[in-house]
């Protein structure tokens, strides 16, 4: 008697049967967890940095932190995003936000593994974060044409974080349909001279306010959420050259409609210079700002 050979795919358990190249749903997905890559600084301590991409087509999610969206070892959780929205760029990055938030393990566990783990659309997925694999250990230092990740300030004469896990704010305060406005400083670095390829010295900076904690379904209206470098430096006063040493003063103005703890984050990308690139995960500094929003 001669045995047939079932294919494959009929041997998968029912649950693993799933079909990866059907077009996703505007709704219903789930949003996914990355784990971007870690870096070990100076101190020996390990900076791991995560990002998310949000399968839908069109909704955008929130996943408040809680049984569905957690940290562990749990003294990590709550800095991660509870909102989630629905990107489609160029490239190599596609539907991913790379680089959202980090977390920094002190020199003595640096071998711990963190997780974070999201539930949505009938979904969970959990990914570790750990220093564990060359293939995605990344730097601080500097690019191939000496960029580095720009610096970031919420006051000229205050700290700086020039970094993906970034800083945060003092907390500020506003009400319902009261405009606030936020203020920071960013600035270009690297060390350029020593590369006689470059054409320029400084890179106008590309800045985004997004949303990165808040209740749901509640979405700050901001009123200058993105400049591009490229806009930038088509901007008297914001050439990326001129300034304080090269600092730039950045503003928008946000209005919240519901009451409730909000975080809202600021990138800063110097995307122009040509040794910088999203695919790359290269180079953006994150800064944070805390928001109360009373009735």
Known sequence: MGLVAAPLYAQLPEH?????????????????????GW????????????????QNREAV?????????????????????????????????????????????????????????????????????RATSTSYEMSNGERALGSLKPAI?????????????GMF??????????????????????????????????????TEW????????AVPEFSV??????ERAQQVGESGTSGNNGWEKVTTQATFSEPGEYVVRLRADNFQAPDSKFDNVCCWSNAYIPVTVTP
């Open 16 to 36: 693993l049967r799933d079909y990866p190249l059907a077009t996703r749903g505007a709704t219903g997905e789930s949003v996914a967890p990355f784990f971007n």
């Open 39 to 54: 870096i070990r600084n100076e101190d020996r301590s390990i900076t791991l940095i995560f990002g998310f991409a949000n």
């Open 61 to 129: 999610t929130d996943i408040p932190v809680g049984p569905n969206n957690f940290i562990e070892p749990a003294k990590y959780d709550g800095v991660q995003p509870t909102h989630f929205p629905v990107y489609q760029r160029r490239g190599f990055v596609g539907i991913q936000e790379r680089g959202a938030f980090a977390i920094t393990v002190p020199a003595e566990e640096a071998d711990t593994e963190v997780v974070w783990t999201l539930t949505s659309g009938g979904q969970t997925w959990s990914v570790p974060g």
């Open 153 to 165: 300030r919420f006051d000229m004469n205050g700290p700086e974080a020039a970094n993906v896990q």
């Open 169 to 206: 704010a003092a907390p500020m305060e506003t009400s319902v349909g009261d405009s606030i406005t936020f203020t920071a400083y960013v600035q270009d670095r690297g060390n350029r001279q020593a590369y006689p390829e470059n054409k320029m010295m400084l890179y106008p900076l590309g």
């Open 210 to 217: 997004v949303l990165h904690q808040g209740p749901t379904g």
């Open 225 to 230: 959420p993105l400049i591009t470098g490229r």
